[in-house]
């Protein structure tokens, strides 16, 4: 059974830095691409970022482009978001998840559910 266990979230302010990871287990974590999906009130979850299963190919989001890291240390089977010069609209709960494949149009798998807790991300202007 998938188990994704998102942390690191809290409050920043504009221009901060905040580093949530995710700990994943339950699947071969080395098999697989892991995205970046963020939900913030009264809107849909939309994917922020990805990383290749090999480490090398990464994908963002246009809005956290040049601002946010995506890596991953197979390891540990934890995936990381480093989130630099943080803004307002970047308040939302962030999750993670394995995915198909990491392009610039990715998505969860059909019928995905194994979803973690999220961690919560609130900057403040």
């Known amino acids: 059974e998938v188990h994704l266990v998102e942390s690191g979230g809290g409050l920043e302010q504009a221009g901060g830095s905040l580093r949530p990871s995710c700990a994943a287990s339950g699947f071969t974590f080395d098999d697989y691409a892991m995205g970046w999906f963020r939900q913030a009130p009264g809107k849909e979850r939309e994917g922020v970022s990805c990383?290749?299963?090999?480490?090398?190919?990464?994908n963002y989001a246009h809005f956290v482009r040049g601002r946010f890291t995506i890596s991953r240390d197979n390891a540990k089977n934890t995936v990381y978001l480093q989130m630099n010069s943080l803004k307002p609209e970047d308040t939302a709960v962030y999750y993670c998840?394995?995915?198909?494949?990491?392009?610039?149009?990715?998505?969860?798998?059909?019928?995905?559910?194994?979803w973690g807790q999220g961690t919560q991300v609130t900057v403040t202007s």
């Open positions: 998840a394995p995915i198909p494949s990491c392009n610039s149009d990715y998505v969860p798998f059909r019928d995905f559910t194994s």
């Open positions: 990383i290749k299963s090999g480490r090398g190919y990464t």
